[in-house]
């Protein structure tokens, strides 16, 4: 696995995400959506963990956008990109970086135009429990290694959650072949 995440803090990532979903949306696997701690995930006054429930999960974000860009603990909130290699399709990469909704907006078209998944029901790192008190933000991000993000994303996210997102991804890819 290959990663890229975005210098944290500068929020701008959502456009470029939206950019590499615009010009390579067949090699999009799908995105997980989570709020910056595991604080602010437990906290959320929002239907946030049902959005995975919807047929198109970024149209209904979108719907709902105005509520989700007024939850306090969704403010910043982390998006990581899976991409694929339709050649082989058990080698995935990922693009993370930390956005606000007004950022997001133009991820959350694309997606929502190709029906690319936006799971918003994820696991954080045990660690995260325990260092996420004294993390604000996304400190804790920050000072992850790229060893520890690729950890993250292949055990807690890709194979906790991503198991459907990959099936769908490798149902598209193969009616496109």
């Not at 701690?37 to 946030?48: A, P, Q």
Request: aromatic share 12%; with cysteine; net charge negative.
């Amino acid at each position: 696995m290959n990663g890229t995440v975005f210098n944290i803090g500068y929020t701008d990532c959502g456009y470029t995400m939206a950019a590499l979903v615009k010009h390579h949306p067949s090699s999009v696997i799908g995105t997980f959506w989570l709020p910056a701690t595991v604080e602010d995930y437990n906290n959320l006054s929002c239907k946030w963990i049902d959005y995975v429930l919807e047929d198109n999960q970024a149209q209904a974000m979108l719907d709902d956008l105005d509520i989700l860009d007024a939850e306090p603990h969704l403010y910043t909130h982390m998006v990581i990109v899976l991409t694929g290699n339709s050649n082989n399709p058990c080698d995935y990469s990922f693009v993370a970086g930390i956005t606000r909704f007004f950022e997001s907006r133009s991820l959350l078209q694309v997606l929502a135009e190709h029906n690319i998944p936006a799971h918003t029901e994820v696991s954080y790192p045990r660690f995260f429990d325990e260092e996420s008190a004294r993390a604000k933000e996304d400190g804790l991000w920050s000072g992850l290694s790229l060893n520890d993000w690729n950890e993250y994303i292949r055990l807690q996210l890709v194979a906790a959650h991503g198991k459907s997102m990959l099936k769908q991804w490798w149902e598209r890819t193969g009616k496109s072949a």
